[in-house]
């Protein structure tokens, strides 16, 4: 019998300063010429630290450059136009330059490092990258990380709404991994125990960090660590179901909707406690962080409207319709919208 394979980052760092210990991690590996993606403004605040870093160990920058786009026309021709000579892709940044380098080193059959700049959702640790095709956010294949390089101090230094997103993304494990359940009981998919462990091990390790604040290290190096193991039950899994339910639905309606939507963990998490309570599941738990977190006053200053969500509830099933969430039936869709309107914390959370 064929056993399983699967695809693990080769490096993982989190932690104080380990931005300054860049090289001698890439030089472990055996590489000696990079290609480094910046977000956008970030070569000024992070790029001596990083070429400093790699040339003390004699590793050679083939090309540098800040990006600000995620249109996959332009990201294929940046590929195809990496030095034959490059070894890795360093992707530095939020998002929108970790999804560029994670495909164009899929396209290229690289390796690449992924140093996330903020810790506000798991797609740095992800194999799919969120891409405009054809105008439209699309999830598209790419490669899981080489490497994880992430720095806590570069992370406490994000705007807090980083950081509340990331845990708006981390502890929507909880509805995702229900859901799962869910469409594996009507025959729609298959659960992967071993991801479904690996996940449940993510949240729960996370839910239960001791910390002050949500700039204390250990909180921080949990979120991140937790953020890496659930790219890696997807992996496992082979998709994003042990880690994207129907609460990834609602947050993907309102992208669609609305012309400046909210970060993606902020919408999730929110949509996370409609869901929970849906799932009469574990919602005491979900509360309970986003109390001491104080993720729901950060909701509280956004003035969501309670219209947008409804609508978004309405809409998760054409999101993924060869899935079958809880959301996917009708029943489940008016519960959803009764909680959005008669429970006491949403009262407080949304303006109107």
Do not use: C
């Not at 845990?167 to 025959?187: C, N, P, R």
């Amino acid at each position: 019998m064929a056993g399983s394979y699967i695809s693990i980052p080769t490096i993982l760092k989190v932690g104080k300063n380990t931005l300054d210990h860049l090289g001698a991690y890439l030089e472990t590996s055996g590489f000696k010429n990079a290609v480094i993606y910046f977000g956008n403004g970030l070569i000024s605040m992070f790029g001596d630290k990083i070429f400093d870093s790699l040339k003390k160990e004699h590793i050679t920058v083939l090309d540098y450059m800040e990006l600000d786009t995620t249109k996959i026309e332009d990201i294929i021709q940046l590929a195809f136009e990496i030095d034959s000579k490059a070894q890795v892709i360093v992707g530095i940044g939020g998002g929108k330059v970790i999804d560029t380098a994670k495909y164009a080193a899929y396209l290229r059959k690289l390796p690449y490092i992924s140093i996330p700049t903020s810790a506000s959702s798991d797609g740095f640790s992800s194999a799919s990258a969120s891409l405009l095709v054809n105008g439209r956010r699309t999830s598209v294949p790419a490669k899981i990380a080489y490497g994880i390089v992430a720095d806590t101090e570069i992370l406490k230094s994000a705007p807090e709404k980083f950081i509340f997103s990331g845990i708006g993304d981390m502890v929507s494990k909880i509805t995702s991994l229900y859901d799962w359940a869910f469409e594996s009981q009507h025959g729609y998919s298959e659960l992967n125990d071993f991801a479904v462990m690996i996940a449940k091990k993510a949240v729960n390790s996370f839910v239960r960090t001791p910390f002050e604040t949500i700039h204390d290290d250990l909180f921080l190096r949990e979120l991140v660590d937790s953020l890496a193991m659930s790219g890696i039950a997807n992996e496992i899994a082979g998709g994003s179901t042990p880690t994207s339910g129907s609460e990834h639905l609602i947050s993907h309606a309102l992208d669609k909707m609305l012309p400046q939507p909210q970060l993606h963990g902020i919408q999730v998490g929110v949509a996370t406690y409609i869901m929970s309570r849906v799932h009469n599941h574990r919602y005491v738990r979900v509360n309970a962080i986003f109390e001491k977190t104080g993720f729901w006053n950060h909701v509280r200053t956004l003035h969501l409207n309670r219209q947008d969500f409804e609508k978004a509830i309405d809409m998760a099933p054409q999101i993924k319709p060869h899935r079958h969430t809880y959301l996917h039936e009708a029943k489940y869709r008016e519960l959803a919208k009764e909680i959005l309107y008669e429970d006491d914390i949403l009262k407080q959370v949304f303006e109107k």
